[in-house]
């Protein structure tokens, strides 16, 4: 796993971890109430034991079985699992957040227990997309091998986990979130203090794991349970808009300005990352007046009118009415489907201006959409770009017919 350092992690004081280290065994499995400092059955039940050198960090839910959410790739692991009382024979699932040796491979390990390798049960989760030389071996092991995708509910033992799938560090990531404690194991996908790289050779991409961050970014997630690092108690959503600003940050450049990066990203059409580039810059300078422009903009591009009238309206209190901003609320309203209101920003602007053509084309296409279309058509720039952008249609639609005819 590759990554580099970024924004928006909570720090150490800022987590409410506050065990003292004396009451944890310090490289053995302890209980994730006692590393998060968090009670609940499910944290009671869910022993963890931290990742180092070549291994992830391991998870063992303890329910009617035991489940092994990444087995790692540490031999001792077991060996210190079973110390504690459990039989190689209680594993009946091993749970795979994506194909990486260093969080699949410790699989292989518990066929050096004579009870698993002469009677093998255990059923591996994972995505079909997972590499096929370890989906082979572990068939050839004899294990049963069960695909999932997302929204797909794991039953184990007694707890359930939600399936999200999360591609974008490779194509097989898979995260997966317990509803009642708001809880979600993200394997490599999201890690403290870190951004994995993409791994081109097993299917990841930038635009993918953007798309992924976004996805977790909309769910109410409290605790993180990552694959490499410590878990997070209750700042689990502000570790994801960390890892979302350093993926961003690994597309524009890392040493590229906020602002300049919402730049690059409004002219490709990556409109919410713009915007949160957007939000990055006025975190440090909060009357940036490129930065409240840009967002306006990809605010109302994206659709998100009431949020985008919200900042024009800011704009023209904190700058003063000028053109862009009158224009940007009359849009807006329009938008929120209140064209009365927004032709009085329209006329505004043409009241100083009679030749604004982007007044005259707005306040035509309100009035048009408003039901006053004989009264929009006066307006000899609206009627132009209307009637042209109706003879660009129809001429469309006249050459995707002859094509249809002609095969």
Known sequence: MEGEHFY?????????ITMEKQELQEGNWNPLSAILNVSHPFFDKCLFLEGYDISSNIYAVVGDYLTIIDPGNDYTAFVQLFELGYEPTDIKKIVITHGHFEHAMGT???FRYPSIKDKPNIEIIMSESGPESFRNLVTEFGCTLTDVKNGDILDLGGFELRVVHTPGHTIDSLC???NPTKSIFTGDTVIPYAVPSP????????????LSL??????EIDHLLP???????KEGKRVIEGSYAGAIKQIIGLGTPWIEGASQLAKKGYLEEAAFCCDMELKEDTKNLKALELKASCMSDMGRFEEAYGIFDRLSKEIGDYTFAILGKGYSLMGMGKYKEAMVFFNKILKKNPANKTAK????MALYLSGKKEEALKIKDFKTELVDRFRKEMEKRSKASQGREER
Not at 8 to 16: A, Q, T
Not at 199 to 210: H, S, T, V
């Open 361 to 364: 084309m707005y306040k035509g």
């Open 227 to 233: 694959g490499h690092g410590m878990p997070v108690a």
């Open 199 to 210: 791994d081109e050779i097993a299917g990841g991409r930038a635009d993918y794991y953007l």
């Open 108 to 110: 292989l390990e518990l």
């Open 214 to 219: 976004k996805i977790l970014l909309g769910m």
């Open 8 to 16: 928006g992690y909570p720090n150490s004081e800022e987590r409410d």
């Open 176 to 178: 997966f979130y317990h």
